[in-house]
């Protein structure tokens, strides 16, 4: 069983979803907060394997108690939950180590997915999210990080165009059928990627990605 979190300061909003995922074979509420600081407690007291979390909370918002959960190294994953449009935080709470983000009209089919994706460990971007990540970083006059620059230095070509597509939204099978490859082929890539940049996941990835200007506002 997939045991969530929900953290949101909207009483209905948690019920709501708690509801919707408390329906979903395979997955389970392990608890709820009202808030920030609510949150990393409750994972601490709970290590849920999932935590969907609002990012605009009383006390400690989404991105505090998205960093310290990171930082407790519990295993928890975080999904970020916003609007029907880009919180001003979704990219530092991407930074910070949340795996992906969901819509909160998200339907229970949606949610459900999102949540195993997380749970299993790969990062919830889709393409459409992906390029308004890229166009927030610019807009905020963000520059290449030099240190993200010199570390590509350390991928081999196709790891590189693997790193690419990473941060362009594509999953393992898309990155594999664009390159004419096995799916285990770019696993072991992925695999590589992330140990020789010292990342957590693909998420980081793609951050790295935007940071070292691999990828460009289109």
Not at 135 to 163: D, I, K, M, N, W
């Amino acid at each position: 069983m997939i045991r969530v979190l929900i953290a949101d300061d909207q009483a209905m909003v948690r019920e709501g979803f708690s509801v919707l995922l408390g329906a979903q074979p395979g997955i389970e509420i392990a608890g709820e907060a009202a808030n920030g600081r609510e949150a990393v407690e409750r994972v601490r007291e709970l290590r849920p394997d999932v935590v969907l979390m609002d990012v605009r909370m009383p006390e400690m918002n989404g991105l505090e108690a998205t960093r310290e959960i990171v930082a407790g190294d519990t295993g928890t994953k975080v999904l970020i939950l916003t609007t029907f449009d880009l919180d001003e935080y979704v990219y530092q709470a991407l930074r910070a180590g949340a795996s992906g983000f969901l819509l909160k009209d998200a339907s229970a089919r949606q949610l459900a997915e999102g949540v195993r994706i997380v749970a299993a460990g790969e990062a919830l971007l889709a393409p459409t999210v992906t390029r308004r990540l890229i166009t927030t970083f610019a807009e905020q006059g963000g520059q290449p990080r030099v240190p993200a620059v010199r570390q590509l230095g350390e991928l081999t070509e196709r790891e590189t165009e693997v790193l690419t597509l990473i941060a362009q939204g594509l999953s393992n099978g898309e990155i594999a059928g664009r390159l004419v490859v096995a799916e285990s082929t770019v696993k072991t890539h992925v695999g590589r990627i992330l140990v020789k940049l010292g990342l957590r996941d693909r998420t980081q990835a793609a951050i790295f990605a935007y940071e070292a200007r691999l990828v460009a506002p289109s």
